[in-house]
Structures are given as C-alpha cells and as structure tokens.
C-alpha cells in the first residue's frame, strides 16, 4: 500500500467527519430520526403523511451540496477506471446488501455505531469484511491492481 502524500488531506477529511457527525447528531436530536440514507430514500419511494417534507430536505441536501461547493471552487478531478456495466453490478450490489442488512454504512456505520447498537456494530463489521475480502480477491486472486 501506498499513500499519495501529494493529495493528503487530514484536514479536510476530519472536518468532513465532524460535519457528518454533526449533521447526524441534529437530525437525531431535532427529528428523532437516523440519517441512513437508504432509509431516508425507502421512505420517499412509500411516503407517509407528515413525514416526506423532512426527507425531501435531507436528500436536496445531498444535491445542493456539490452545487454550493462549485459556487465557491472546483470539483476536484475523478477518475473512474472501470466499465459502466461493472459499476452498475457494484451498486446493484450493495443495494442488495443494504436490503438485507436493513441499513446502509451511513445508518450502520455513523448513527448505528455512535449508538453502540449491536445490530449495527455487527452489520458495519460485515460491511468491512466483506469490502476487505473483495479488495483481496480482486487484487490477489484475479490480479488486479496492487
């Protein structure tokens, strides 16, 4: 493993993990809800009454985000290096696993964890299992990038 030290940036990345944090902390403090984003979009595609308004908030959010930040700088560059098709497999993937593990990494993994839910530390165990046994055989097994 290497560490591309040119585009480092604790700084940044740690002020991103204190937004997050505080962003789920408001959410839960002022709504009583858990910012899991598949939840937050699972209960948009079966809307109940008195309870999209503060969805559609969170997920416009979402896409207001980027916008402001092209407002104020450029996005920095991305670069994808595999196939359309092998990225929707991916997200049709973990769409699936998010069903079965009735959560996402943002539910499990932020709120789930900072709760010290069971349910969550066990499904944010398997999502990190199952992402290091993936990158294993990927990069071992069928000998892709190191």
Aim: hydrophobic share 55%; with cysteine.
């Amino acid at each position: 493993m290497r560490i591309d030290w040119l585009h480092f940036t604790p700084w940044a990345s740690l002020a991103g993990g204190i937004l997050i944090g505080l962003a789920t902390a408001l959410l839960l403090l002022a709504n009583g809800r858990v910012a899991g984003i598949s939840g937050i979009l699972g209960g948009l595609l079966r809307p109940a009454r008195g309870d999209v308004a503060w969805r559609v908030a969170f997920v416009g959010g979402l896409f207001l985000a980027p916008v402001v930040w092209l407002a104020l700088r450029a996005m920095p560059p991305a670069q994808i290096d595999h196939s359309p098709v092998l990225l929707a497999a991916g997200g049709l993937l973990v769409g699936i696993g998010t069903r079965f593990g009735s959560g996402c990494t943002s539910g499990h993994g932020v709120c789930g964890i900072a709760r010290l839910s069971p349910r969550s530390l066990l499904a944010t165990a398997c999502f990190i299992g199952a992402g290091v046994a993936t990158v294993f055989v990927v990069r071992h097994v069928f000998g892709g990038a190191p």
